[in-house]
């Protein structure tokens, strides 16, 4: 009973790095997205998907790319890592885009950029 | 543009109190509003939601009524326990005027004290 599985946990990246956070989800859910947790200010959503082949950006996805090459995959790279990109990162899914629907989330990965 | 204001944590609480946290809106429409719940070291998971006005949310003893008229969706619970000790999001979505995103509120600290 795996739900959304993220990869890896912890990450330190020097300035100017790039690494891809994984994440895969077992429900053959539609709707997966990213966001980024930070301090005082809640989730931002970065890029989602409502399906394979399609992405698109959310409220912060400048220095982030995404892809969706099956349904149950959703990676995160980051391109040239900075230090603003420290942050929690939260992968989630649900059933459809429709919001009602509730989001299943992974346990996050916490990345510090030096 | 639509927006979730929570009260500040940390709210630091005795066993077997009662639990209110604050949770006002802003939205145009008629959104939907959720609770979800966040416990250290996990994602987040949906505690309760509520789809139109005087709907009543619960679940694990939380209760949350949608408050039109206020523009309110405070989460009470009526004597807490330790384990509910957890970080609290409240959350709205305008549905197809949001584009079906979640608007979240900066969290809410709780701390239960034996």
């Known amino acids: 009973n795996a739900g959304v599985t993220q990869t890896p946990k912890f990450q330190v990246l020097k300035t100017g790095q790039s690494m891809t956070l994984q994440c895969a989800q077992d429900m053959n859910h539609e709707y997966m997205s990213w966001y980024r947790q930070d301090p005082g200010m809640g989730l931002r959503l970065i890029h989602y998907?409502?399906?394979?082949?399609?992405?698109d950006q959310g409220e912060v996805p400048n220095g982030y790319n995404v892809s969706r090459s099956t349904t149950e995959d959703f990676p995160l790279r980051l391109l040239s890592a900075a230090p603003s990109q420290t942050s929690v990162y939260f992968c989630a899914s649900s059933y459809n885009r429709d919001s009602n629907q509730p989001q299943h989330f992974g346990d996050g990965t916490r990345l510090s950029i030096l | 543009g639509d927006s979730v204001t929570q009260m500040e944590g940390p709210v630091t609480l005795s066993e077997e109190a009662f639990l209110t946290i604050n949770c006002t809106y802003t939205a145009t429409g008629y959104p939907s509003l959720f609770w979800y719940v966040q416990y250290p070291g996990e994602g987040l998971q949906l505690l309760l939601k509520a789809t139109k006005a005087d709907d009543k949310g619960s679940n694990k003893g939380f209760e949350a009524t949608y408050r039109k008229e206020t523009t309110s969706f405070h989460l009470e619970k009526g004597s807490v326990q330790v384990s509910d000790s957890a970080v609290y999001f409240c959350a709205l979505s305008s549905g197809v005027d949001s584009n079906y995103q979640l608007i979240w509120g900066a969290g809410t600290k709780l701390i239960i004290k034996p």
């Open positions: 998907s409502v399906g394979a082949g399609i992405t």
